[in-house]
């Protein structure tokens, strides 16, 4: 099936006239989402609890913060803009009892829904509007003119009309204006998982850390492995980021581009095509999501364990201090 993408013209603001968006979160995506709506006419309140440097945030623009209870009970069009991890427990306590019929639930991202942690009450459809970048991004593109193309997805079973409220909200944000891509809560939450777990988050940091272990161990200087390894990265994936792999090869060497075509498929072969299918297959049973769940249950003990192991690796010593002379480098050391 061909794409279905939606523009300015495809959604009436109107619609939200009289109508309350409640955003419950004031974080990345909460406080993007909440000021371009309001820059957009709509009513906003925003659920967010006290005491944290968002609540701040949300009163010195010009929110009065609720708590998400209030928020919901308050609001037509309710979006969760909380952590993943949290979102089911808030819901239940604080959502799902304040929901009225006819009100739209909704969120940037599926998890919770496709995973069974979220479901919308009898009377009650739910929406998927999720930008295809950061928060501050959708804030500052919005605030030139512009706005991140984002995915629109519907609970099964919606109405049109929840999908024309969807649409609007998505053109109050500002998605309409770059484009706003027809999905479903399984696809846009099993690609986003996949995407993270295989490329993005998991492959790009294991690649990353077996090339540099490959040169230490044989002798090489650790110095010299984060340059190959780890920094250059950059320089690559803007490349991609600009005209994808044709524009990289256009812009490196010929040699790089021979070691490329002859050296690449060796280090990502069949094999992992493979494990990737597997990593796919326990997405889409659930399985991935039943283990974070349930890590989630016990505190994230073996999760917390990793991150400190992970964040002692040689490459991460190495790399704060070469960062260090880099001056240009606005580094961010965790
Ligand atoms: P953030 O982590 O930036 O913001 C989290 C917000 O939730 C903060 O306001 C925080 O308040 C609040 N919060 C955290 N824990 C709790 C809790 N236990 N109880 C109540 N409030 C809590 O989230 P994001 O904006 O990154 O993510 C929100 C949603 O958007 C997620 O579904 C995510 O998948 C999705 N998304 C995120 C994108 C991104 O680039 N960040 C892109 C597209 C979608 P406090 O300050 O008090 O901790
Ligand atoms: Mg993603």
């Not at 999501?289 to 349930?294: C, H, T």
Request: include cysteine.
């Amino acid at each position: 099936m061909p794409v279905t993408i939606y523009y300015d013209d495809d959604a009436d603001l109107s619609l939200l006239k009289d109508k309350t968006v409640a955003i419950l979160g004031y974080g990345s995506q909460g406080h993007a989402q909440a000021q371009n709506l309001k820059d957009s006419g709509c009513n906003v309140v925003v659920g967010q609890r006290k005491g944290s440097a968002n609540y701040d945030l949300a009163v010195s623009h010009g929110f009065d913060p609720m708590t998400a209870a209030d928020a919901a009970k308050a609001g037509d069009l309710i979006n969760i803009l909380l952590p993943d991890e949290v979102q089911g427990d808030v819901f239940k306590a604080d959502v799902l009892p304040n929901l009225e019929p006819g009100n739209l639930l909704m969120c940037s991202h599926g998890f919770n829904v496709h995973f069974g942690q979220i479901t919308p009450p009898e009377g009650v459809d739910a929406a998927l509007v999720a930008p295809k970048g950061p928060g501050h991004l959708v804030r500052s593109e919005y605030e030139k003119g512009g706005g991140v193309p984002s995915l629109i997805a519907m609970y099964p079973g919606s109405s049109d009309s929840s999908k024309q409220l969807a649409l609007a909200y998505a053109k109050g944000i500002g998605g309409t204006r770059g484009g706003v891509i027809e999905t479903t809560f399984a696809e846009e939450t099993e690609t986003d998982l996949f995407g993270e777990q295989v490329v993005l988050c998991g492959g790009v940091s294991a690649l990353v850390k077996a090339g540099f272990e490959t040169l230490v161990e044989a002798g090489y200087q650790p110095e010299m492995a984060y340059f190959e390894c780890m920094h250059e990265l950059k320089l690559i994936v803007d490349l991609f980021y600009q005209g994808g792999l044709n524009y990289m090869r256009y812009s490196v060497s010929n040699t790089a581009e021979y070691g490329d075509y002859t050296r690449g498929p060796r280090i990502v072969g069949p094999e992992v095509k493979v494990e990737m299918k597997k990593i796919l297959d326990e997405i889409q049973s659930g399985k991935f999501a039943r283990d974070w769940l349930l890590e989630n249950k016990v505190n994230q003990a073996s999760f917390g364990a990793t991150r400190r192991r992970e964040r002692s690796h040689q490459i991460e010593e190495v790399g704060a201090q070469l960062r260090s002379m880099m001056t240009w480098i606005d580094s961010k050391e965790v």
